[in-house]
């Protein structure tokens, strides 16, 4: 039972910590682009690999 009063505020210091984390990320604008990202990874950039080969 002693270990209640010791768990209890500890878990509601860390949840305001997770929160303020979490606020902190979206105010720095982290989540305002979800969809480009994984755009970005289906578009084909293949002009970098041409550049690097030699010409015979």
């Not at 990320?25 to 690999?49: C, K, N, T, Y």
């Amino acid at each position: 039972m002693e270990a209640l009063y010791l768990l209890i505020p500890l878990s509601i210091v860390v949840v305001f910590i997770a929160l303020w984390v979490f606020f902190k990320a979206s105010d720095s604008g982290q989540f305002d682009d979800l969809v480009g990202p994984g755009l970005r990874v289906l578009q084909d950039d293949d002009s970098g690999i041409q550049s690097e080969r030699p010409q015979p």
